[in-house]
């Protein structure tokens, strides 16, 4: 079994690594006072290949695999947190369509989705739907030239941000099989967006409501097949929570770098306070906690890659482990980190604010917990 990173993939996070630090990092603090990203950043990012990363070459995308992005993704959120999760959401959108899409809907997607010349937002979330994601209940009538859609999703990364919106909607009877999926553009009559939410971390990132009234969606716009929208929604989750994950994990190695560093400076009694038996095992115990908390990640992304029949339940797995720890680990690297940690200036409060939301996105850990649990009983 061998646990180390190719020469590709290591020129893949080093390549993310130094994008960010450059191009994002330096930034990070402003954008989030702003409350938004430029669309600027979007195309440099394209420029790399990671506007499209699981999308087929012959429509503009990298084809890289469910491993190479989370080496993207780690990478990037250790510059922000906040920018590389909005990128992963535009990826999971470019995966659905690479994956589910017919060929003319891959031809007229994917070539601007992938040069970031359109930014895509994903939307599942209802008020009244989270975890029961099955139980949404925005419309979409058919009509002689398409879908009119009338309904309202939440918490939608993008949302008044994003050109395209890809939404899961009922065209059929309740539950999972009455759901298809339909990309929704930017101007459509009938859509419209609720005010900015004011959130705890991901400030970087506009969230707002998504709502159609009597939104009409041309018929080509439908993703796949009708009544197989819910299953579209689950399989790109599966990679989505390795991405929530991976991003998780970046934060957390950012803190607890920028924590030996502060701990090799910072003297108290006499001493830099890295010489403190106490304070070197919790140093000790965050390195240790992160490095499995990796390497269990990268174990579910290769099996997922291979189709192994228990991927999603190490993709809940992971997502579970992996957030929470790397939340402990943040919090702790704060602590460690005594009043200075809560200053802005050190950016350590930041990476705190932002991880929290990771143990809630892409499914709460407590439906994780379901999942896991559920397919060791049916197993």
Request: aromatic letters at 8%; charged letters at 20%; glycine letters at 12%.
């Amino acid at each position: 079994m061998d646990f180390a990173l190719s020469e590709e993939q290591t020129l893949i996070f080093d390549m993310a690594k130094g994008f960010g630090e450059e191009h994002i990092a330096p930034h990070a603090q402003k954008w989030e006072s702003d409350g938004t990203i430029p669309k600027e950043l979007w195309p440099q990012i394209a420029e790399l290949g990671l506007g499209g990363i699981y999308v087929s070459e012959e429509y503009g995308g990298s084809g890289l695999s469910r491993l190479d992005a989370t080496l993207v993704f780690e990478a990037l959120a250790m510059s922000c947190p906040s920018v590389g999760s909005f990128l992963s959401i535009h990826n999971m959108c470019g995966g659905m369509i690479d994956k589910f899409g017919s060929e003319e809907t891959k031809q007229k997607w994917l070539p601007d989705l992938c040069a970031m010349n359109k930014v895509f937002s994903y939307c599942l979330t209802e008020p009244g739907s989270g975890s029961d994601a099955a139980a949404l209940k925005t419309r979409a009538e058919r009509d002689n030239e398409g879908y009119v859609l009338n309904g309202t999703k939440a918490f939608i990364s993008g949302g008044s941000y994003s050109d395209a919106y890809i939404c899961m909607v009922r065209t059929g009877e309740d539950g999972p099989k009455g759901i298809s999926t339909v990309v929704v553009e930017d101007g459509t009559d009938g859509l419209s967006f609720g005010a900015l939410e004011k959130k705890m971390g991901w400030l970087s990132q506009p969230t707002s409501q998504v709502q159609f009234d009597d939104c009409k969606v041309p018929a080509d716009n439908l993703i796949g097949e009708e009544g197989k929208g819910f299953s579209y929604a689950m399989n790109g989750l599966d990679g989505g929570r390795l991405n929530i994950s991976a991003g998780a994990l970046g934060g957390a190695q950012k803190a607890l770098d920028l924590t030996v560093q502060y701990m090799s400076e910072r003297k108290a009694f006499g001493k830099s306070i890295n010489q403190f038996q106490a304070l070197q095992f919790r140093l000790a115990e965050y390195e240790t906690k992160l490095q499995a908390a990796r390497t269990f990640l990268r174990q579910a992304a290769w099996k997922l890659d291979n189709g192994d029949h228990d991927a999603t339940k190490y993709c809940a797995m992971a997502k579970l482990m992996v957030t929470d720890v790397a939340f402990e680990v943040a919090n702790g690297c704060l602590q460690l980190h005594g009043g200075y940690g809560y200053l802005a200036d050190y950016g350590i409060e930041k990476i705190v604010r932002d991880l929290r939301v990771h143990q809630i996105l892409e499914g709460t850990n407590e439906i994780m917990r379901l999942i896991i649990s559920r397919q060791m009983i049916t197993a």
